[in-house]
């Protein structure tokens, strides 16, 4: 069975959502493609309220945005939603193949705008494998979503954004943090979250790393020390803690594999966490009828996911001819949003990486000629 | 480890009460729970092993990214139970070896 639309939109978190519900909007036919079985992404489980200058979901918490957002894809008739539906691949043909309910499904669009998110990195120490060993995401999961406390002594590694508010929501649910690592003699994340931690009594190691995790079948124990300003571990600084739970929260690396599998040209950003399409100022990758928005096309805040998958949408839309007018104007002021969100000292390393994916690299483009 | 109960922003909405077979074990669980989450509300932290070290591993994505959580469900091998729904009656196994098709 051949399904047709003009857009296809690969990912329902905040990118996707946007996409799907801007190009909708406009009229266009439009399939959303969801591995999960609800719409939503990563948002389902921000408990944390949003800010951000002169946007418009500042002041909100997560889960009413996702909430939002899936109450207008559901009202919009233009929007076919696939829920349990992982895309299998991009072929030279324009089609993408879906595995629905394990069903094969093949999508022809004019279109397609990937939206596939991120996953989270790991951190190298001997026992990093145990049970017990957990990403941020997993953490807010288990918390958030269903509720259930991840474990009773926990240490956080990493304190940028996400360690710090995930730090955060365990105080909330209760749990004993027994502090915060990090390796920078800076704290990355907002201070206002720091200072929420720190009022509460929990120290932020800086300087500091986890050396490794001890236990036989769980986590039992962590062995942090002190950095010398080298990044180099210092003999003798050893402290043992009494946890039973490790959470990392060490950054995101987006998911590329469709966009490397359809052969966009990559390129290596380290700023925006690994590999990323290469593409122009309106989402196109060098494949005509690709797009990218959101996490998978460099990692940032939810806000900026929202506005990319905005702007992808409505380059698609320009370029399929509908609302060209009407989409050019608003365009116009979707990439003055975007810059704004992105300006000062916090949008630095995100300018200094997306002019990384304009020019593109040798490293992200010569990685992957071995699968061609 | 403990379900909560009370939460300053979240309500939690749990469905019905059901019950599950873990390694021939009786475990409790709410419709709507994944399996991973049910297990580990009921202290169930190791769900595979590694199949060269036959090291002990358990959850660590929660979104169906990473794979270190696959067990048996029903007789299939290799099922992401951090994203699978649970099931009353449901029969649930560590796997033994890569699993077969």
């Known amino acids: 069975m051949m399904i047709y639309a003009d857009v296809l939109v690969i990912g329902g978190g905040p990118a996707g959502l946007s996409s799907a519900i801007t ?6 036919e439009v399939v959303l493609v969801e591995r999960d079985d609800t719409l939503g992404g990563q948002l389902v489980k921000q408990t944390h309220m949003f800010f ?3 946007n418009e ?3 909100s918490r997560g889960i009413n945005i996702a909430e ?7 009202e919009n008739d233009n929007i076919k939603v696939f829920l349990n539906s992982t895309a299998q691949g991009y072929y030279d043909d324009g089609i993408v193949g879906i595995s629905h309910h394990e069903r094969f499904k093949k999508i022809k669009a004019k279109k397609v705008i990937v939206a596939t998110g991120a996953s989270e990195k790991m951190l190298p120490f001997p026992n990093n494998d145990l049970p017990g060993v957990y990403g941020a995401g997993a953490v807010q999961t288990l918390m958030n979503v269903y509720g259930i406390v991840p474990g009773e002594n926990v240490l956080m590694i990493g304190a940028g954004n996400i360690g710090l508010i ?3 929501q365990l105080l909330q649910a209760g749990v004993n943090l027994v502090g ?9 994340g907002y201070l206002v979250h720091a200072s929420k931690i720190r009022r509460a009594g929990v120290p932020i190691y800086t300087e500091h790393t986890i050396q490794e995790a001890k236990g036989k079948s769980n986590v039992e124990k962590a062995v942090i020390c002190e950095l010398n300003d080298n990044w180099e571990e210092i003999p003798g600084t050893e402290k043992e803690l009494e946890v039973d739970t490790i959470c990392l929260a060490v950054g995101l690396k987006p998911i590329s594999d469709i966009l490397i599998q359809a052969d966009c040209e990559m390129a290596y950003a380290p700023q925006l966490g690994g590999d990323v399409a290469v593409r122009d100022e309106n989402l196109q990758t060098t494949i005509e009828e690709i797009y ?3 996490d998978s096309a460099g990692i940032e805040e939810a806000t900026a996911a929202m506005l990319e998958g905005e702007l992808a949408g409505l380059s698609a839309l320009m370029d399929l001819g509908i609302s060209k007018k009407i989409s050019k104007k608003q365009r116009r002021k979707t990439k003055e949003n975007l810059a704004s ?21 040798d490293a992200g483009k010569n990685r992957y000629t071995h699968i061609r | 480890m403990k379900r909560l109960k009370k939460h300053p922003v979240l309500d939690f909405e749990r469905g019905k009460k059901i019950s599950f077979k873990y390694n021939g074990k009786k475990i409790k669980a709410y419709k709507g729970e994944t399996i991973a989450a049910a297990l580990h509300a009921a202290g169930v932290k190791k769900l595979k092993h590694s199949s060269r070290l036959n090291r002990p591993r358990g959850l660590f994505c929660a979104i169906g990214n990473c794979s270190s959580c696959l067990m048996e469900v029903n007789g299939i091998p290799n099922v992401k139970t951090c994203v699978t729904k649970v099931k009353k009656g449901m029969t649930v196994k560590e796997q033994e070896g890569n699993g077969d098709l």
């Open chain 1, 52 to 54: 951000g200058s002169k």
């Open chain 1, 341 to 361: 969100l992105r300006r000062g000292p916090v949008g630095r390393k995100i300018r200094e990486g997306l002019k990384i994916t304009k020019e593109g690299n």
């Open chain 1, 166 to 168: 995930v730090s955060y």
């Open chain 1, 292 to 294: 990218v928005a959101g």
């Open chain 1, 68 to 74: 939002n957002l899936r109450k207008k894809v559901n």
């Open chain 1, 180 to 188: 915060i690592v990090e390796a920078d003699s800076e704290i990355g």
């Open chain 1, 23 to 28: 190009t909708a909007e406009k009229g266009a």
């Open chain 1, 57 to 59: 979901f500042a002041g």
